[in-house]
Each structure stands twice: as structure tokens, then as C-alpha cells.
């Protein structure tokens, strides 16, 4: 057969028709081209997010919470992770002694984690915080529907010798007290992520990018020194009990740097156990409570009228009469000496020469003073609830209220803030400014009286603290010690507690030239003793004679054994 | 013109060769990488616990608990303590 013969062969079609059917495939092909290079030129975003979903993951990257550590390093708190055990409970599956093993490695009873997957059907914590050995055998009992998470647990080895400084952080490690919840955004890390690839076993081959880098805590070192923390919390933890007090805090400041070096309470708590936990326990009295300081202020008033040339330390203040009536209100001394010196208002703690004294200075004289010692306002150390105490505006001062103010009542402080009063005597006339973290460069103070002023009422607190003075109990072998001892009827239902008394003692050493400024206070001391000087002295000079013995203070006195004086026969204060 | 072109298909395809395995490398070292960061933070982690043990060790209670109970130790009194003041101090107390 010729098919070259064919007729078909011999038909002529017009041309314009495979003219069109070119043109018509090769803009086919134009478009496909257009689409190709706008999805892969300019609108790729979205197909390459799709691609990498494929391959990448993002990767959450841990951040340690910083650690607290002391003046010389050594760790108060550390975090170190943990696991918790979590359960999709519609998913698991055991057999019952996988069971028994699970509740043994959880240490609890088989019942109790039937409860807890009973409680959802999509999630529960079966326990949170297990250390990660454990959580390591959990998961050999390859349980289904079991997982577990990283979590960090935060260890105080101080337990509760530093409860109250270093307060605590939560399950979510943010800090809840104390230097955990100020300095959370020093101590706290921030987490990370970065995106990676991962091969079909889980393993990752590259990576990509870093999208948050993670940053670790900060560490933070405080002024704490442990071993002295150690001192002070033993001491005032054998006076509590010995005297049945209620309540008691020390305070020991650096009186060259304004740094806290040591700084207890009591009631106080486990950090690490806190199931059980009261009001009463977490307080820092120290910082977050105030008190009716009573004699301890006196040379606040003393110092104002030395300041303003009313008095020298010999002038004579009638103190014959043992009381003085103000209006319709008196007050008493407790003992008669007759007329005394300035020196002895303040070595004997005479409530009437105080109020003598002050009667014949300017209220608004006094109230600055008492304002710049930081009476009234809060100390600003940056912890939580710190208490500014109550000083009244002086216009609204009346005669009696200033007499009373002067020895300390009608007013109230923080023992933290009595504490940082008293530096103006430990360094010639200077208020220091205090530091919870160690201090590296030394701050400087805001003077308040003249140097001179302060030496006087250093050489008064001297004799307070000498045989003849209140607290002789106060004196430590081989330094020189001034203080001033206080003793207040507590406040109770806007009037005074017969029967309850606050006893305090601040005071400082070596006198010659002063390191170390202590406040004591009990409240509440009922086994018989109540005196500043019988209750609250001794704890000062047990805490600053081990503490000036570890921080190698020389000596400025001669090395002789003290002579105490029989108990109950030293000069008792006025109350 | 033919020999060049098969070496030059030759040298193509060795480099492509060599691309492959550097990449494989690179993601072997990179894995090795990974695993070195790991145990390095498993080792901070540990350091951080053996920190803490440490300082349970060293509390200042169970020092002197040992002190005084175990090694039967005391301070010393003020009679039998001697105090050594420095060159200049002792200069000065003479004075």
C-alpha cells in the first residue's frame, strides 16, 4: 500500500492553524515558567517554612538559675535539676506490678496513684521534683502514657540557720521571699531556643540557627559570712530558749562597709521542707517588723542636744526628784541616784534626765535627728516588706509625747534600723549606708552629727556597758564595747502589756575603733528575766566576741577575765 | 575537544564525591559536638550536686559538733590565750 499516495497527504489545511497551536503551547509553557520563578524567586517564604517544617525542629534550651553564695563563695542555694512524673492517664497502661514498682520507686502507696489517674483523663503530675536517678528507673519500666519533664529544684545546705535572708523560690523556680524574690531578676536565667535538623534517628546533624540564646543566672554574692551567720543564729537560738521568749533577732553589720554580715530570727523554717509553714515563722523580724525601741534611743536625744550646744557630757540634769509630771502624765525612774550627769542619764538609762533633756531642745530639732538617723523611713535595701516604722511629723508633737520620745517610746523601729542608727557612733558621726551583697567598692555615709559628738557618746555607751552602767553583761574579754541596752512594755490593743516586754541591745566594738555594730532583740522573754541587760546583753557579747575572734580583730583592752557582777544586781533601766 | 570534556566530567564528578562525604563529615562532627555540650552540662549539672553535698558537709552545726563531741576541742580561755600584736601596733602601745 502507498501510503504517500494517500489523499490525506494531499489535503492542505490552512496554516494559521498550526500557527495557533504553537503559539497556544508556548504560552503554556510561558505561564508555567512565570509560576516557577514567582514560587521559587519571590513567594518562597511560605513553601520553604513548609520544606523545613519537615526536617527542623526548635529546640528549648535550659537556663540555670544562678547560685547565692557568701562573702567568701561558699553556696547558700543552688539549683539542680529534677524530673517530674506526668501521666496522660487515658493512655496508660500497666500490669500490677508494674504498678507496685512504680509506687515503690515514687515512694508512695499503689492507692495513691490510682486517685491521681483517676483525677483527669488528660493530665496529671503523679510527683513532681524526684531526683534523677529515680527518674532514670521510672522510665526503665517503660510504662505507656508516663513521661517525664526537666524541672529544677532549688537546695538551701543552710537550712534554717539563712531561712530568713535568703527566703525561697516556688515550684516554677521564681523567687517568693526574701533575696530569691529581690535580686529574681539578677539570679534568674533566661531559657533558649535555637532550631536545628534532626536525621530520621533523632539525632542532630546541623544547625541551623540560634533564635534566643540562653542566659544562665547570675551568680550573687552576699554580704552574709556564714560562719558568723552560724554564730549569731546558735546564740540567739540558746537565749530564746533560756529566757522562753517568744520571738528573738540579731543583726550584725560591718560598721566600716555598711555590709549585713549576719542577720537571724527566730521562729524560723526549713527552706527545704516547707509543708508545714506559719505566718509566724516566716516573718523576718529584723527587716519587716517594728518595735517600740524604749532606752536604746536615748542617745539620739543626748546626741541632739550635745549637737546643739544645750548640754556637755558633765552638765548636771536634775534627776533628784526620780519623776517628773508632764500636764497630767508622770514619769518615773526606777532607782533614785540623785542628780546625774549627761554621762550618767545614759550610763544608768534615767528615763527622767532623758526626757529632761529633751524637754529643753526644739521638737523640730529632735525629729531631725531621729530622721536622719532613718527613723521613720524604710532602710532601702531592695528586700521585700521592709518597714519604715512610725515617726510622726513633729507640729503634731505635744510636750509629754516628746519626753516619752526621748527615751524611746511614742516611736517605732526596725532592729535592722536601730542597727544602722547606731553606726553614726561607730563612725564618727557618719550614717551608713547597708548592703545585703557584698560591698567591693566602699560606700560612702551621710554625716549626720560632728565627729566629736560621736566620740562623747561613744565614751557614754562605753560606761553603759562598764560595771555601774546597765549592761555589764555586754562586756567581752580583751575589747572595748559600748552599747545601750532597751527595755519596752509591749503594745497591745492601743495601751501597754502589763507583763510583756521587748529587750534589746545594740551596741559596738572594739570602742577604739569600731567593726562590727550588733542589735539583739527578744520579745517576749518570761522566764523571769526581762531587763535588756540580763536578757538581750549576754547574746551581743557571745555573738561579737566569736565573731571579732574569727574575723581577727585585734584586741584594744587588756586580756583579763571579766567579773561579772551576781545575777539580777546590775543597775536595772527604767521601763 | 572529547578528552577534555572527560576530564572535565571526571573532576566533576570526584568533587561531587567529595561534597558528599565533607557534608557527611561535617554532620558526624557536628553530632560529636552535640554530645561533648551534652556531657559538659551533665558534668556542670554534677558539679552543682557534689557543690551541694559539699557544703552539708561543711555546715558550721556538724563542724563543731565534731570538734567539741568527737575531737574533744574547746576554745581556749582568756588565760591561756596569748595575743601577738603586730610590729607597728606593738610600737604603738609602747608608746
Redesign the interface.
Known amino acids: 500500500m502507498n501510503y504517500a499516495a494517500s489523499p490525506v497527504l494531499a489535503l492542505r489545511l490552512p496554516l494559521w492553524r498550526s500557527r495557533l497551536l504553537l503559539a497556544l503551547i508556548v504560552a503554556g509553557f510561558l505561564v508555567l515558567a512565570c509560576r516557577a520563578v514567582y514560587l521559587q524567586g519571590w513567594n518562597n517564604d511560605f513553601l520553604q517554612q513548609k520544606g523545613e517544617s519537615r526536617y527542623s525542629r526548635v529546640l528549648e534550651i535550659s537556663a540555670?538559675r544562678g547560685?547565692i553564695t557568701d562573702r567568701h563563695g561558699?553556696?547558700?542555694a543552688?539549683?539542680?535539676?529534677v524530673k517530674s512524673v506526668w501521666a496522660i492517664p487515658e493512655e496508660v497502661q500497666f500490669s500490677s506490678q508494674q504498678r507496685t514498682k512504680l509506687a515503690a520507686l515514687l515512694e508512695m502507696p499503689p492507692r495513691e496513684i490510682d486517685k491521681r489517674l483517676n483525677e483527669s483523663t488528660s493530665f496529671t503530675y503523679l510527683k513532681r521534683q524526684i531526683p534523677p536517678e529515680v527518674a532514670e528507673r521510672v522510665s526503665e519500666l517503660h510504662i505507656p502514657g508516663l513521661f517525664q519533664n526537666r524541672e529544677y529544684r532549688r537546695?538551701y545546705?543552710?537550712g534554717e540557720?539563712m531561712a530568713h535572708v535568703l527566703g525561697f523560690t516556688g515550684a516554677d523556680d521564681a523567687g517568693q521571699e526574701g533575696i530569691e524574690l529581690a535580686f529574681n531578676s539578677t539570679l534568674a536565667g533566661k531559657s533558649g531556643s535555637r532550631r536545628v535538623i534532626k536525621?530520621r534517628l533523632g539525632?542532630?546533624?546541623?544547625?541551623l540557627e540560634s533564635i534566643r540564646e540562653a542566659q544562665n543566672g547570675h551568680e550573687l554574692a552576699l554580704a552574709l559570712d556564714?560562719?558568723l551567720q552560724?554564730?549569731a543564729f546558735?546564740q540567739l537560738k540558746l537565749a530564746v530558749d533560756s529566757n522562753k521568749a517568744k520571738a528573738g533577732a540579731i543583726v550584725v553589720l560591718d560598721a566600716k562597709t555598711g555590709e549585713v554580715l549576719a542577720l537571724a530570727n527566730l521562729p524560723t523554717y526549713n527552706p527545704n521542707n516547707r509543708s508545714h509553714l506559719s505566718g509566724a515563722q516566716l516573718r523576718n523580724r529584723v527587716i519587716t517588723d517594728t518595735f517600740e525601741p524604749g532606752s536604746t534611743l536615748k542617745p539620739f536625744t543626748v546626741a541632739t542636744a550635745l549637737e546643739l550646744g544645750k548640754v556637755t557630757p558633765d552638765t548636771m540634769v536634775g534627776t533628784a526628784a526620780g519623776s517628773l509630771s508632764i500636764g497630767n502624765a508622770t514619769i518615773h525612774d526606777a532607782h533614785r541616784f540623785g542628780d546625774m550627769t549627761v554621762t550618767q542619764v545614759i550610763q544608768r538609762s534615767s528615763n527622767v534626765g532623758a526626757a529632761k533633756i529633751a524637754l529643753g531642745l526644739p521638737a523640730e530639732a529632735m525629729w531631725r535627728m531621729f530622721d536622719q538617723a532613718g527613723f521613720g523611713s524604710p532602710p532601702r535595701l531592695g528586700f521585700p516588706g521592709e518597714a519604715g516604722g512610725k515617726l510622726r511629723p513633729y507640729k503634731s508633737w505635744r510636750p509629754i509625747e516628746q519626753a516619752t520620745m526621748a527615751y524611746g517610746h511614742g516611736i517605732s523601729v526596725s532592729l535592722l534600723q536601730l542597727a544602722r542608727a547606731y553606726t553614726i557612733f561607730a563612725r564618727d558621726g557618719e550614717l551608713m549606708p547597708l548592703s545585703l551583697v557584698r560591698v567591693d567598692t566602699p560606700l560612702t555615709g551621710k554625716q549626720v552629727v560632728a565627729a566629736a559628738t560621736a566620740h562623747k557618746l561613744r565614751d557614754m555607751l562605753e560606761l553603759a556597758v562598764a560595771p555601774g552602767g546597765t549592761a555589764p553583761r555586754a562586756r567581752v574579754?580583751?575589747y572595748r564595747v559600748a552599747g545601750k541596752t532597751g527595755t519596752a512594755h509591749k503594745e497591745e490593743n492601743g495601751g501597754y502589756a502589763a507583763h510583756k516586754y521587748v529587750s534589746s541591745f545594740v551596741g559596738f566594738a572594739p570602742a577604739s575603733d569600731p567593726r562590727l555594730v550588733i542589735a539583739v532583740m527578744l520579745d517576749e522573754p518570761s522566764a523571769g528575766q526581762y531587763y535588756g541587760g540580763a536578757v538581750a546583753a549576754p547574746v551581743f557579747a557571745a555573738v561579737m566576741g566569736g565573731a571579732l575572734?574569727m574575723l581577727g580583730v585585734?584586741?584594744d583592752a587588756p586580756?583579763?577575765?571579766l567579773e561579772l557582777p551576781p545575777e539580777g544586781s546590775e543597775i536595772k533601766e527604767d521601763v | 575537544m572529547a578528552r577534555l570534556n572527560l576530564i572535565l566530567l571526571t573532576l566533576l564528578t570526584a568533587c561531587a564525591l567529595a561534597l558528599v562525604t565533607s557534608q557527611h563529615q561535617?554532620?558526624k562532627l557536628?553530632?560529636e559536638l552535640?554530645r561533648e555540650q551534652e556531657h559538659a552540662k551533665q558534668l556542670?549539672?554534677e558539679w552543682?550536686?557534689l557543690?551541694?553535698e559539699?557544703?552539708?558537709w561543711?555546715?558550721?552545726?556538724r563542724i563543731?559538733k565534731i570538734a567539741r563531741d568527737r575531737l574533744r576541742m574547746s576554745?581556749p580561755?582568756?588565760?591561756r590565750?596569748q595575743?601577738v600584736?603586730?610590729a607597728e601596733?606593738q610600737a604603738e602601745a609602747a608608746r
Open positions: 540555670n547560685k561558699e553556696a547558700l543552688i539549683s539542680t535539676p537546695y545546705p543552710g540557720v536525621d539525632q542532630i546533624v546541623e544547625d556564714a560562719k552560724n554564730l546558735s574579754m580583751g575572734r585585734p584586741p586580756l583579763k577575765p | 561535617a554532620r557536628f553530632n552535640q556542670d549539672v552543682g550536686q557543690q551541694l559539699q557544703s552539708t561543711a555546715l558550721h552545726a563543731e576554745i580561755d582568756a588565760k590565750t595575743v600584736l603586730p601596733r
